[in-house]
């Protein structure tokens, strides 16, 4: 059930998609740009989150980016899940498990949001946009890629920054994940986004054999 909400957390994260919206706004049209640019300016980002999924697991960790291509997801112990991507690949891996999930970036949603230019403002998935004094509120329906579902997104409306994402699935299921101690522009060791990929086939290889 935990490895779900993580791959739901990629989902969530990563659903920003270039396509034409309609019956917005003035208003909600220069939000979305607002936004669009905030997440655009960004090299590289790094904080906390706190992930709650559907039946009521709460985990949390640490999260580093750098565009493009490449994050990183370190949840707390007592999980040992890692969540990668290096420019070319995804990896998931629960070392408690002794497993990893590996795809190529390309194929999966994380590409949209590890892009170097970032646009929805002009995407034929949002469905609407809640705009108060203090946060803007983007709900977007995917109904044909990765399983559907509707992402809502939580930005603060002063800064532009998102502050937290919900996913709800098919049967009416949320995950949430919110992000806070958000820092910018900070450079990071060269290993942080490495994939040992000759680690990943040789394990594979030992469990063939048993």
Do not use: C
Not at 15 to 24: Q, R, Y
Not at 49 to 70: I, L, N, S
Not at 136 to 157: A, E, W, Y
């Amino acid at each position: 059930m935990i490895r779900i909400a993580h791959l739901a957390g990629l989902w969530m994260l990563a659903v920003f998609l270039a396509a034409p919206a309609s019956a917005l706004t003035e208003t909600e049209r220069v939000e979305l740009s607002r936004v669009s640019a905030y997440l655009s300016s960004i090299t590289t980002m790094n904080g906390e989150f706190v992930q709650f999924g559907p039946y009521g697991d709460r985990t949390q960790g640490k999260f580093y980016m750098a565009k493009p291509g490449r994050i990183r997801f370190q949840y707390d112990p007592p999980n040992k899940i890692a969540v990668i991507a290096d420019g070319d690949s995804v990896l998931i891996e629960d070392k408690k498990m002794k497993t990893e999930d590996i795809w190529p970036l390309k194929r999966t949603p994380l590409k949209f949001l590890l892009d170097d230019q970032i646009d929805f403002s002009t995407s034929d998935k949002v469905t609407s946009v809640l705009v108060d004094p203090d946060l803007i509120q983007v709900v977007m329906v995917d109904k044909s890629r990765f399983g559907g579902g509707k992402l809502t997104l939580l930005f603060d409306r002063a800064s532009a920054e998102l502050r937290q994402w919900t996913i709800t699935d098919r049967q009416g299921l949320d995950t949430s994940v919110a992000i806070y101690n958000v820092e910018t522009g900070n450079r990071f060791r060269k290993d942080m986004f490495k994939i040992n990929y000759s680690m990943i086939r040789l394990r594979r290889i030992e469990q063939g054999r048993n």
